[in-house]
């Protein structure tokens, strides 16, 4: 897999959220090619609503404006030809028309326009520092889709996630898979230090970004896995045609 510099960007203020949900479900939804990776023999589906900053390719340096705005996915885990572990996205929305049109063209993501919001607020209590954000968002595009979360984390000592553990296979994820207009199954790698992440000891969540792939109900509720990232600093490379 490709090893060469398409473009830097840094990802901040991430929030896992996770629920476990059928494995068969989810595979109907995959394209040819990949097949759900589980953990313990139990799925996972993800949102995931953060920032990205200094979105940029590697010949330009980033522009306001354009280079900064706000993400949220929705997202399971897979293995690709070969066993490659890595992400498939059913959807991504962002508040940057420009972003979400070059998205869809250029890396095939599923990309939907949307409104978004984030506000962060870091907080000392009990000798703790924590970190409360709020992300809300609105799709502009069908599917419809909408959320409003908010986070408590204990962020006083962000470190990464062991090796072996559910954390390290929800959060640790380089290479994301997707496919061409034709059908065609490409991955793409990114490239980045292991996130420092913080327990959630605090969460609200209300969403419908999970009723496009589990059903109208979607996962609702208290997630069953959540965790707090104050950041990453990422180098993405090219996507590549698997199997040649």
Same mark, same amino acid.
């Given at each position: 897999?490709?090893?060469?510099?398409?473009?830097?960007?840094?990802?901040?203020?991430?929030?896992?959220?996770?629920?476990?949900?059928?494995?068969? $479900?989810?595979?109907?939804?995959?394209?040819?090619?990949?097949?759900?990776?589980?953990?313990?023999?139990?799925?996972?589906?993800?949102? $995931?609503?953060?920032?990205?900053?200094?979105?940029r390719p590697w010949w330009a340096p980033p522009v306001p404006g354009i280079s900064w705005f706000l993400e949220t996915n929705v997202r399971t885990y897979v293995k690709g030809p070969g066993g490659v572990s890595g992400v498939w996205f059913f959807s991504l929305d962002a508040n940057q028309r420009l972003a979400v049109e070059l998205a869809r063209r250029i890396w095939n993501l599923p990309y939907f326009r949307a409104e978004l919001s984030l506000q962060e607020q870091e907080q000392r209590a009990?000798?703790?520092?924590?970190?409360?954000?709020?992300?809300?968002?609105?799709?502009?595009?069908?599917?419809?889709?909408?959320?409003?979360?908010?986070?408590?984390?204990?962020?006083?000592?962000?470190?990464?996630?062991?090796?072996?553990?559910?954390?390290?296979?929800?959060?640790?994820?380089?290479?994301?898979?997707?496919?061409?207009?034709?059908?065609?199954?490409?991955?793409?790698?990114?490239?980045?230090?292991?996130?420092?992440?913080?327990?959630?000891?605090?969460?609200?969540?209300?969403?419908?970004?999970?009723?496009?792939?589990?059903?109208?109900?979607?996962?609702?509720?208290?997630?069953?896995?959540?965790?707090?990232?104050?950041?990453?600093? $990422?180098?993405?490379?090219?996507?590549?045609?698997?199997?040649?």
């Amino acid at each position: 897999m490709s090893d060469r510099t398409a473009g830097y960007q840094r990802w901040a203020n991430l929030t896992f959220l996770h629920w476990r949900v059928s494995a068969d $479900v989810l595979q109907r939804q995959l394209p040819a090619g990949l097949e759900v990776d589980t953990f313990a023999g139990e799925a996972w589906l993800g949102v $995931v609503p953060f920032s990205m900053e200094r979105v940029r390719p590697w010949w330009a340096p980033p522009v306001p404006g354009i280079s900064w705005f706000l993400e949220t996915n929705v997202r399971t885990y897979v293995k690709g030809p070969g066993g490659v572990s890595g992400v498939w996205f059913f959807s991504l929305d962002a508040n940057q028309r420009l972003a979400v049109e070059l998205a869809r063209r250029i890396w095939n993501l599923p990309y939907f326009r949307a409104e978004l919001s984030l506000q962060e607020q870091e907080q000392r209590a009990g000798g703790k520092l924590l970190q409360k954000v709020e992300y809300s968002g609105r799709r502009l595009e069908q599917p419809a889709g909408e959320y409003s979360i908010g986070i408590t984390a204990d962020a006083g000592n962000p470190k990464p996630a062991p090796h072996g553990t559910l954390e390290h296979f929800l959060v640790e994820r380089y290479v994301l898979f997707c496919v061409n207009a034709r059908g065609q199954l490409y991955s793409g790698r990114v490239h980045h230090v292991p996130y420092r992440i913080c327990p959630v000891i605090e969460q609200r969540i209300e969403q419908t970004l999970t009723g496009m792939v589990v059903g109208s109900n979607g996962c609702g509720g208290i997630a069953e896995h959540a965790a707090w990232s104050p950041g990453v600093d $990422v180098r993405i490379s090219p996507l590549e045609r698997c199997g040649g």
